[in-house]
């Protein structure tokens, strides 16, 4: 009895068809956006850079230690690789820091500390102030004379040393 050598056929593949339009393969209207951009020459980052107002991109410019004059008014890419990846450097840095800051309420009495209130005392003539700030004036003329003795001699001491 001889044996035959019998091979397996293969499984016919399965044919590929393209999704259909209901069907999940990521967001379309990205996609379309996306394609759009690429072909345009521009990515999403640009157009958001581009869209910036003045200020926001002056604010981004200084933190990319660019100037804000001679680039505020350039399309991302027209900048050369190394402003564009400065530009990208800086954005990373302040997004850090709003998320430093998105916990922390930005109102007012966070920043400015209220004032402290002082007793209310009668008002003082301009004799009660003068009698006030002269020990104060005193002290600094006092400070100030301390000082031009101690120039003096340091003078004296710099003289002598330039005699020998």
């Given at each position: 009895?001889?044996?035959?050598?019998?091979?397996?056929?293969?499984?016919?593949?399965?044919?590929?068809?393209?999704?259909?339009?209901?069907?999940?393969?990521?967001?379309?209207?990205?996609?379309?956006?996306?394609?759009?951009?690429?072909?345009?020459?521009?990515?999403?980052a640009?157009?958001?850079?581009?869209?910036?107002?003045?200020?926001?991109?002056?604010?981004?410019?200084?933190?990319?230690?660019?100037?804000?004059?001679?680039?505020?008014?350039?399309?991302?890419?027209?900048?050369?690789?190394d402003?564009?990846?400065?530009?990208?450097?800086?954005?990373?840095?302040?997004?850090?820091l709003?998320?430093?800051?998105?916990?922390?309420?930005?109102?007012?009495?966070?920043?400015?500390?209220?004032?402290?209130?002082?007793?209310l005392?009668?008002?003082?003539?301009?004799?009660?102030?003068?009698?006030?700030?002269?020990?104060?004036r005193?002290?600094?003329?006092?400070?100030?004379?301390?000082?031009?003795?101690?120039?003096?001699?340091?003078?004296?001491?710099?003289t002598?040393?330039?005699?020998?």
């Amino acid at each position: 009895m001889s044996q035959l050598a019998v091979k397996p056929t293969p499984a016919p593949a399965p044919r590929q068809l393209p999704p259909a339009a209901n069907e999940h393969g990521g967001d379309a209207g990205l996609n379309a956006i996306a394609a759009m951009r690429a072909a345009l020459g521009k990515t999403s980052a640009a157009s958001k850079f581009d869209r910036l107002s003045p200020q926001q991109k002056a604010i981004l410019l200084l933190a990319a230690s660019l100037r804000p004059s001679q680039y505020i008014n350039k399309p991302l890419m027209t900048l050369t690789t190394d402003e564009r990846e400065a530009i990208r450097h800086a954005l990373i840095s302040l997004v850090d820091l709003g998320r430093a800051f998105a916990a922390v309420p930005l109102s007012r009495d966070q920043f400015i500390a209220p004032k402290i209130t002082m007793p209310l005392s009668a008002p003082q003539t301009g004799q009660q102030k003068a009698a006030q700030q002269a020990p104060q004036r005193q002290d600094v003329n006092s400070g100030f004379e301390e000082i031009s003795r101690l120039a003096a001699e340091l003078a004296s001491e710099i003289t002598e040393l330039d005699k020998h």
